[in-house]
């Protein structure tokens, strides 16, 4: 089965960090790239980054700079690491792994709330 979990979110000032976790399992973990997006009610979910499986990140504009994408493939995890964080941050954060090929396989967590608010 597979299951996608994410941690991590609360409320927090503008200016601070936070660190979400995103724990896999059911499938190969390694094999897929692991994006972040990012989703406000009434608006559509936004892309944040992704983490390749080579390794290799990209990032929206807006964050780059002050979110960083690592995984830890031995732990089947994906961290965002969110600094300078600014009220344009507040959203539901939701885990997608994505394995494209002859076959595409998508899977999503459920979310964690990011606030920022002072």
């Known amino acids: 089965q597979v299951q996608l979990v994410e941690s991590g979110g609360g409320l927090v000032q503008p200016g601070g960090s936070l660190r979400l976790s995103c724990v896999a399992s059911?499938?190969?973990?390694?094999?897929?790239?692991m994006n972040w997006y990012r989703q406000v009610p009434g608006k559509e979910r936004e892309w944040v980054g992704v983490?390749?499986?080579?390794?290799?990140?990209n990032y929206l504009d807006s964050v780059k700079g002050r979110f960083t994408i690592s995984r830890d493939n031995a732990k089947n995890t994906v961290h965002l690491q969110m600094n300078s964080l600014k009220p344009d941050d507040t959203g539901v954060y939701y885990c997608?792994?994505?394995?494209?090929?002859?076959?595409?396989?998508?899977?999503w967590g459920q979310g964690t709330q990011v606030t920022v608010s002072s």
């Open positions: 997608n792994a994505l394995r494209a090929g002859e076959l595409t396989y998508n899977y």
């Open positions: 983490i390749n499986d080579n390794g290799d990140t």
């Open positions: 059911g499938f190969r973990f390694s094999l897929y790239a």
